[in-house]
């Protein structure tokens, strides 16, 4: 049987395109291969996007404090939520932290009241912050003291912040306002 010699190309099954209507839309209006818009928007995702490991690895004490304060500014501002021993945890060294999360549980138990009765990033149980100002070493490597100006209510309010670096991240270790201090009230 003779064979015959064809020069049509096989024929090939159609396949949607898969990545979503943007990716069609880009290889469309690109005439490119799907491969190809997927390389270039690859590429641009590394170009644009900063490394995973800045920013959250060496936060810098002045955006710590920052970070804190930005939950306290605006109408109905919600201030820190501070409702789990893993939002203690965030801000406070351990050892605060245990202190203040045994002190609530203790309260709890007893039907009483914690020792710490308000916000301890306020100093007050109510708050309408506004001009807040942040001075703290930036270059400090372990240790640091902030000092936090803010006004609370139309009160002039300054309160100091004793931090420390553990595991690359800035904690609170204690914080001075014009009654004492946050370790102070577990003193008592």
Sequence with gaps: MPRHLSLARPRREIH??????????????????TRL??????????IVSPPLTAGAAEQSPHAFLQAIYQQYIGANAAGATLDEDADWRRYFT???????????AKAAQSGDIPNLDGDPFVDAQDWSI??????VDDKATDKTVGKVSF?????????????????GSWKINDIHGPDGSLRDIFKQ
């Design 16 to 33: 949607q395109p898969q990545g979503g209507a943007a990716l069609v839309y880009l290889r469309n209006a690109l005439g490119c291969p």
């Design 37 to 46: 818009v997927r390389l270039a928007l690859a590429a641009l995702c590394l």
């Design 94 to 104: 351990p050892d605060l932290a245990q202190i203040i999360i045994d002190d609530y």
């Design 130 to 135: 506004s001009k807040v100002q942040i001075d």
């Design 151 to 167: 006004t609370n209510l139309g009160k002039a309010m300054t309160l100091t912040f004793d931090l420390v670096k553990i595991d």
